[in-house]
């Protein structure tokens, strides 16, 4: 309910208004594809409320809702203790980047719903071993990665803490070979990308803006290796790597408002000593996570781990615990259980009180607003070479409300400057109007570029004069 609150009431901007178009279309995302993610958002585009952006805007509120439900049953398979079970799940709902991904479509807020799933069923499978659990657990494992691929740095630490002794049931080859299958049947969600390349689209990016052609070997691993963000990746020099680090540690320390985070190092040191196989496998998941992440060069990568908060907070909540019960014996009180819950559930409230004004996004209108003030501002049957976000919104506008289908978008994202000089070119040489959100990579020629208050782009136009 508090995310239905705050979740953004339309289409929401940069790569959430391109995952909605998509889903809508059942059409091609931007690299690396997120085939699971496009094919369960397009059953949210079914529901009789709102538009299509605040339906898909909703798949995300159900997903992290989903994180924090799956993030409670581990803390109670952990530790036994319903109650620290739930003030850890709603420490870590009401958490900055956490709830910020959970309020407008995106990928990560269902990453973080498969990880904490993921490690609920392998302590599951720990306590109460059985063929179907482990295959089932292969495969959410195997269709994940088609909402993310970064899934795959976890699965050396999913591993451990499924595998690691002490086990009722050691799993033999047999069982071992199953869940190979069945992990690799999940993954063949990925065949969903050159099959809908294949069928008549009405927006095929892969296609018409990427030309990279998905049914070959090539141009599938072009966009399942996110080649077109290759200079973003591990960006910077190794020496900046320890100033990434210390900015992690910020992150870390201010999503869960400062003191409470170091409660983490705490719980971490315990209960290695106690569980280490299963200790050490979630340290591996959230070294995985990290280990792409920390150097990417993504103005919005605090949101992309958003995994390591929810196993962050899982040692909180028994770093808390080991804090209140020396605490209460030091005082006197005995074990008194609940004072851990009580003092995470006053976090909460200051989570909330905190946090709300900052991310409720439930009268964020402005990318709708952006969208149409681009379409009232173009001439008929404009060619508009815009920014990544513009883009999107116009091809939400165009193929889920069926508005300005005379507008042509021409992304030049992918493409080096000199491409994107060419495009330019070429949309003049058609002698329809031309428009660009900068005035940069023009090819060569008297053009003069127009402001236009209304779109707030360019206008180019031939200069006579000149």
């Not at 910020?100 to 069923?121: G, R, W």
């Not at 033999?172 to 050159?194: E, I, K, N, S």
Request: positive net charge.
């Amino acid at each position: 309910m508090l995310y239905l609150r705050t979740t953004a009431p339309t289409v929401y901007g940069v790569d959430s208004a391109d995952l909605t178009t998509a889903a809508y279309l059942l059409g091609i995302s931007h690299p690396p594809g997120a085939p699971t993610y496009l094919l369960v958002g397009h059953l949210f585009t079914w529901l009789p409320i709102g538009d299509v952006g605040y339906r898909v805007n909703l798949f995300s509120a159900v997903a992290g809702a989903l994180a924090c439900f799956f993030l409670y049953r581990v803390v109670v398979r952990l530790g036994g203790d319903a109650w620290l079970g739930l003030a850890t799940a709603w420490l870590v709902a009401s958490s900055y980047y956490v709830w910020t991904a959970s309020v407008a479509a995106e990928v990560y807020a269902p990453q973080a719903c498969l990880f904490a799933a993921l490690i609920a069923l392998a302590l599951r499978w720990r306590t109460a071993p059985s063929t179907p659990l482990f295959c089932l657990s292969c495969w959410l494992a195997g269709l994940g990665l088609g909402v993310h691929l970064s899934l795959a740095l976890a699965l050396p630490g999913l591993a451990v803490v499924a595998l690691a002794p002490p086990l009722k049931v050691r799993p033999g080859a047999r069982l071992l070979f199953a869940g190979t299958l069945c992990g690799l049947l999940g993954a063949a969600v990925y065949a969903y990308l050159p099959l809908r390349y294949l069928s008549d689209l009405p927006l095929n990016p892969a296609r018409d803006y990427w030309q990279v052609d998905l049914t070959t070997a090539r141009g599938l691993w072009w966009m399942l290796s996110g080649e077109g963000f290759r200079s973003r990746f591990a960006s910077g020099s190794p020496v900046a790597l320890p100033a990434q680090i210390a900015s992690f540690a910020y992150l870390m320390w201010s999503n869960f408002l400062g003191l409470p985070a170091l409660l983490g190092l705490l719980g971490f040191a315990v209960e290695l000593r106690q569980r280490p196989w299963i200790h050490l496998g979630l340290l591996l998941i959230l070294l995985g996570n990290l280990a792409f992440y920390v150097a990417y060069g993504a103005g919005d990568k605090q949101t992309m781990i958003l995994p390591a908060y929810l196993l962050w907070g899982i040692w909180i909540g028994f770093g808390a615990r080991v804090a209140a019960r020396r605490i209460a014996a030091g005082l006197g009180l005995g074990d008194a259980p609940l004072l851990a819950p009580a003092v995470l559930g006053c976090v909460v409230v200051l989570l909330v009180l905190v946090n709300f004004r900052f991310i409720d996004a439930s009268r964020d209108r402005s990318a709708r607003e952006r969208g149409e003030a681009i379409l009232s501002g173009l001439d008929r049957n404009a060619v508009f070479v815009g920014a990544w976000s513009d883009l999107r919104l116009v091809e939400y506008f165009q193929h889920v409300e069926g508005l300005r289908r005379d507008i042509q978008p021409d992304d030049a994202f992918f493409v080096s400057d000199a491409e994107r000089k060419r495009r330019i070119a070429a949309a003049l040489q058609t002698g329809r109007p031309v428009y660009v959100t900068a005035c940069r990579d023009l090819p060569e020629g008297n053009l003069r570029c127009d402001h236009q208050a209304d779109c707030q782009c360019y206008r180019l136009r031939v200069d006579s004069e000149r």
